[in-house]
């Protein structure tokens, strides 16, 4: 028999009974492409007596992770548990055992991941993070090994695929938010609390990573500009149709001179986008490099295989360097330790875009001008007007539409601000930002 890793797995739900799966039909394979085997020594796990989709020794099932810590052989442990403090102590305590980690917890490394690499610095072990950005889709690998000469001039992504599911849904079968969340949580697209999704939170934990890897820097996912879905009405999908738009969740980043700009909200983007017809549960990345020029990145940001491919690229990558002597051949976040300072975010007052504005106004003459005005006031120019037919009765609101060429947010906040309180407006205005290059 050749040369073997063990492996401890600490989490036997989904994600871990598909990297049992995978390790076990590949098994072959791998160990051709590796020059070595993968064996999971240790599955620590609460529940260890519900049946999985997969079947494995029961001697190596355990309720106590110290088994796992504990054990010699075991060079490389998986993080399945999720959540933060468990998880948190557990990578700590297996790094400071000279144990090498793989995780999938976007969440705790976009909170503790300054902690976690200086631990794994100082403990000369190696983690391995592809499947918290992306899924299946090669993110990390990308920005640490591909893009490596690059500058990397902007990033724009579709990171969370329950959101891409439920505005696709919403667009093209015309059903109202709350209708597609519903349908998303019975097939387990989402969960019964969805605020992490719809609200832009684990799209955050996606791009804190994402940017840290692109421009080796420390960056507090608190300081990103985050706005969700919840507020994306039938009728504003409705009107982005008509000026030639789909509405998707975006992560954007873009290198200014001295500054990142980041942000997270829906954005209105032209029909051939590269990101507009990213449909369903689906995530896609767009990079563009200095060098590179545009780099487009599709395919399965979750779910049982597509997630355990992720894991266990990262093993295999930590695995050679074990089989070949050496130690963490890239750095944790692309840029050497001694290079890593803290971001420099742009203010989201500072950004400068187009938007598109619903405002809900009374039917009258003079409304349209009177709204114009103040839009003028604080150097925000009109692109276009949509107006629907007057009504009967003049007391009735209407919607009127108009998108804006490059604009202030702070200036388009204070105007709305102003807009908001006329008497001749009813409920608050509705505002999404468009993305569209060929806008001025």
């Known amino acids: 028999m050749g040369k073997e890793v063990f492996l401890g797995l600490v989490g036997f739900g989904t994600i871990g009974t598909g990297i049992v799966k995978l390790l076990q039909k590949n098994d072959e394979?791998?160990?051709?492409?590796?020059?070595?085997?993968?064996?999971?020594?240790?599955?620590?796990?609460?529940?260890?007596?519900?049946?999985?989709?997969?079947?494995?020794?029961?001697?190596?099932?355990?309720?106590?992770?110290n088994e796992i810590l504990d054990d010699p052989e075991i060079s490389i442990v998986i993080e399945l548990i999720g959540g933060y403090d468990y998880a948190r102590s557990f990578i700590i305590n297996a790094m400071r055992k000279g144990k090498h980690v793989v995780t999938a917890n976007k969440a705790l490394l976009a909170t503790h991941g300054n902690e976690i690499f200086t631990v794994a610095d100082e403990e000369k072990v190696n983690i391995g993070f592809e499947a918290s950005?992306?899924?299946?889709?090669?993110?990390?690998?990308?920005?640490?090994?591909?893009?490596?000469?690059?500058?990397?001039?902007?990033?724009?992504?579709?990171?969370?695929?329950?959101?891409?599911?439920?505005?696709?849904?919403?667009?093209?079968?015309?059903?109202?938010?709350?209708?597609?969340?519903?349908?998303?949580?019975?097939?387990?697209?989402?969960?019964?609390?969805?605020?992490?999704?719809?609200?832009?939170?684990?799209?955050?934990?996606?791009?804190?990573?994402?940017?840290?890897?692109?421009?080796g820097k420390r960056v507090n996912m608190e300081d990103i500009y985050m706005e969700g879905i919840s507020n994306i009405s039938l009728q504003d999908i409705e009107f982005?149709?008509?000026?030639?738009?789909?509405?998707?969740?975006?992560?954007?980043?873009?290198?200014?001179?001295?500054?990142i700009e980041a942000r997270i909200h829906p954005a209105?983007?032209?029909?051939?986008?590269?990101?507009?017809?990213?449909?369903?549960?689906?995530?896609?990345?767009?990079?563009?490099?200095?060098?590179?020029?545009?780099?487009?990145?599709?395919?399965?940001?979750?779910?049982?295989?597509?997630?355990?491919?992720?894991?266990?690229?990262?093993?295999?990558?930590?695995?050679?360097?074990?089989?070949?002597?050496?130690?963490?051949?890239?750095?944790?976040?692309?840029?050497?330790?001694?290079?890593?300072?803290?971001?420099?975010?742009m203010p989201m007052d500072d950004i400068i875009t187009n938007y598109y504005f619903r405002f809900s106004a009374l039917d009258r003459p003079g409304v349209l001008s009177r709204i114009s005005g103040v839009l003028g006031n604080y150097h925000i120019s009109i692109a276009s007007v949509i107006q629907?037919?007057?009504?009967?009765?003049?007391?009735?609101?209407?919607?009127?539409?108009?998108?804006?060429?490059?604009?202030?947010?702070?200036d388009v906040q204070s105007a709305l601000k102003e807009i908001n309180k006329l008497d001749m407006v009813g409920a608050k205005t509705i505002l999404i930002r468009i993305e569209d290059g060929k806008l001025k």
């Open 29 to 65: 394979l791998i160990q051709k492409r590796l020059g070595a085997r993968l064996v999971i020594k240790k599955i620590a796990d609460i529940d260890i007596d519900t049946p999985r989709a997969i079947s494995v020794d029961r001697n190596i099932l355990t309720t106590n992770v």
């Open 268 to 345: 209105m983007i032209p029909f051939d986008h590269p990101l507009a017809n990213v449909s369903g549960n689906f995530n896609a990345f767009q990079f563009i490099g200095d060098a590179s020029g545009s780099v487009s990145l599709y395919g399965q940001g979750a779910g049982m295989m597509p997630t355990a491919s992720a894991v266990v690229s990262d093993l295999v990558e930590i695995a050679r360097d074990m089989v070949k002597g050496v130690w963490r051949r890239v750095p944790l976040r692309s840029f050497t330790k001694n290079n890593i300072e803290d971001i420099n975010l």
């Open 133 to 215: 950005v992306g899924g299946t889709i090669p993110i990390i690998k990308t920005l640490k090994e591909s893009l490596v000469a690059n500058n990397i001039k902007s990033i724009s992504g579709i990171m969370n695929g329950t959101s891409n599911y439920i505005l696709t849904k919403m667009t093209e079968e015309k059903r109202p938010f709350g209708d597609v969340l519903k349908e998303a949580q019975d097939l387990g697209f989402a969960e019964a609390d969805p605020t992490y999704d719809i609200e832009g939170i684990d799209t955050a934990h996606k791009l804190t990573l994402t940017l840290s890897l692109s421009y």
């Open 388 to 410: 629907k037919e007057r009504k009967v009765n003049s007391s009735e609101v209407v919607p009127v539409v108009m998108t804006t060429h490059k604009a202030r947010e702070k």
């Open 240 to 259: 982005a149709k008509q000026l030639g738009y789909n509405i998707k969740l975006l992560a954007i980043a873009i290198q200014r001179e001295d500054s």
